[in-house]
């Protein structure tokens, strides 16, 4: 149980920022994730906690001390990678000793700890096996024990479930969170994948491009983007770009306008909705004031409990709108044109050059 | 993610990065550089000058022996290609009996001194060969076995394994679902092979090939047994250094730097058609051997094993020679051990030598091998990018050339080895070295790096990680990269000849000069010594590799 302190990390090679002036906290006991897309810098800073990457600026500190340049040896810091990283040529009860072995604990300590470990992440019996005998899941499983077997401070994992396949990947994704939870141990955990780091942080920090976005709770960065690129990345998001604004910010788009005063002095602006938040006509009403408008529906895709219509308004702007539950009702047919309603308590505005979240409510 | 560019820590790597450079200073650089500079001197007032190229190049004499390495280097390919590329696509695309024999009886041959070859096809197809009158009768009339003949026959059957070997694993990595696929779009048989088949295997195929030219300029031993009144490069360059009356460094030095450009041509050409070689597909499916309709059969089993067997035949011969009947130099009736009991008595200390050097030369080589593939394979630095093309001069530069270097490089203070044990050594080593390299940087590339950081992150200190859990992984490699080193060492022949002194002859020197003086007996019973010991090398690699032939390639 640790806090971890990450101020002003930079890190650049050549012609390229990989880190660029990362400032965080993590909260003792917490389970925060790094998420973005590949080459947004995630696992370098992952590394560069672990000991495996040295950062050019900023420092790193574990609760309050300064660790920059403590070897990544005696950081006592569990890691979990992406390929499980197992020893090939040792077998289960060996792997997992191995970080008790070099720090030299007594024989019967280990072997108590190991069984222990095992049985904790439910390999319980397979001790005495090789690496390929099991399977990808099991690997991982054997590695997460490893990692946790040495109580180590922090947990880093560095996309631990993207080798699985989907259904093992939801299974150790919940067992993970569970553990996590029970041990009470400060995790670090990178992924590219949005819908994992919703399910399983307590808090997530989106980065792009060596930049962190926005660092919040899952609802609050799903519900409430910092930028452009946090409402594109999570979830599907519904983008209007360069919206004419007229004086006062009055704005030019749909019937109706719509006075926004959070717009004055705009000119233009970046509109944002999720499919999910896009009212029908027909459907349900909206509560509270609108933007109102008409699309021609071009497709529509049957999902079982859900639907997607995708409609085309005004020519050109391609909109995506979800129906809940579409086996309970009649669906509109390709060419049939629809009216559409975008509340204004769930649009989002982003500054038209820089991405910005406008935050429309007062 | 972002490539890790790691940085130049004072730790373990480090030092082994500074005992590198050292050693290929010492052992590479400046030696190619002393006979670099011999080239542009005057060999009598010291004076710089240009006149050794002038004549190399200008003269008659050195462009005709600069017509024959390249005559040499394409026929030897060619005739590798012509052998290798069916025997590679009847062995993978066909049931053939005894695959695995024919795929060992090719590296043993591809292994065994080419030099063993071309004396034993003298035996065979001199002027009173034992071949040549039988095949005389049943109407096959042979040109002379001294010129081109008994060479490009030499270099063929040498190394057509190369272009077997790779060719073949390549085929085997082609999904048969691309073939299919051209069937299904309307493509013959034919049509198939030469627009399908032939482009996705023709990076294996020319790698193979342009390694079988620079093998074949290089080499000394053969032109010079089999090569009668054909000079190439590597023998004119010999013959200048060591000729007593008209000794000339300048010029010998000349004709070597012409030979290093011509191999370096062609290795370049070799490295860039591996370059864009292009990665094998997902392997859904792996490719199934057909069976062939009887006739069709016997023909390809016949193919197939009549050029394994003629690859295998100078070594049969060299053996069966060995256990003949022998009076001092001439051979009687009967057979006996009388060439074993002659070399136990005139020539032991030739064996222990060869056997000695080897090992000692094979022992550093793995050990600085192993670290210097480390380096290569983990650190993705400028300095490691440095290393992997420094290590492929020794590839590059023939044995002659490096034998000529060391001597004129090695006998001056504080370095003055030549004429010693350990400039042989030294030699082996440097020439060998990159094998363990790329040995050990090639298995490691198959381990994991997240798996010796997981040690790290687990309490191991980076060295202790690296013997903990790196190393036992890569012993199979290291193991089969010292074998490979063994053979290669133990066989040397060209760099040997130009730096031993009597009492530190080596078995392939000892073969040479016995074939030279016409005592065949004895070069046989220690060319069967040698292949005896080449082939219980090969077995053990087989055995630590799991049956690999591409370990030879």
Redesign the interface.
Known sequence: MARVDLQHIGKS?PG?K?LDDIDLVVNSGEFFTLLGP??C?K??LL?TI?????HDSGQVLIDGRRIDNM?????????V???Y?????MTVADNIA??LV??HRPRREIAERVTRALDLVQLGGHADRMPHELSGGQQQRV?LA??MV?NPQIL?MDEPLSNLDAKLRVELRDDIRDLQRSLGITTIYVTHDQEEALVISDRICVMQSGRVHQIGSPHEVYSRPATLFVASFIGAMNVIPDVPVGTGGTLQFGTGLQLLPALAGRTSVTLAIRPENVILSGRDAADGPAIALEGDVNKVTFAGREAFYRLTCGGTLQILAHVYRPDQRQLEGVGTRLGLAFPLARLHAFDAADGRRIDLAP | MIAMIARIRPDIWTVVLLLTLTVIAVLLVWPLAGIFTASLTDNNSGEPTLANYARVLGHPFFQGALINSLIVGAGGMLGAALLGIPLAVLTTRYVIVGRDLLATLAVLALVSPPFIGAYAWIMMLGQNGFLRAPLADIGISLPPIYGFFGILLVFSLKFYPFVFLLTASSLRTINPSVEEAAEGLGAGAWHRFFRVTLPLVFPAVSAGALLTFVLSIADFGTPSIVGGRVRVLATTAYNLFTSEMTGNPGLASATSVLLIVVSLVVVALQRWSVGRRNVAGAMIRRPMPTRLGPIASVVAHAVCYAIVLASSLPSLVVIYTSFRKTSGPVFQPGFGLDSYARILREVPQVISNSAIYSLIAVTLIVILGTLIGYILARRQTIMAGFLDGVLLVPYVVPGVVMGLAFVVTFNVRPLEITGTATIIVLMLFIRRLPYAVRASASILRQIKGSIEEAAVSLGAAPGHAFFKVTLPLMLPGIVAGALMSFITAINELSSSLILYVGRTMTMPVRIYLSVLDGEFGTAAALSTILLVTTGLAIYAVFWVSGRNENAFV
């Open positions: 090679y390229l990989a590949s080459g810098g696992t370098t590394r672990a000991g495996f990457n040295r070897p990544a040896h005696r950081r006592n810091i569990g890691m990678y992406q390929d990283a197992i020893f090939p040529h191995f970080g070099t720090r590695a490893r990692a040495i880093l």
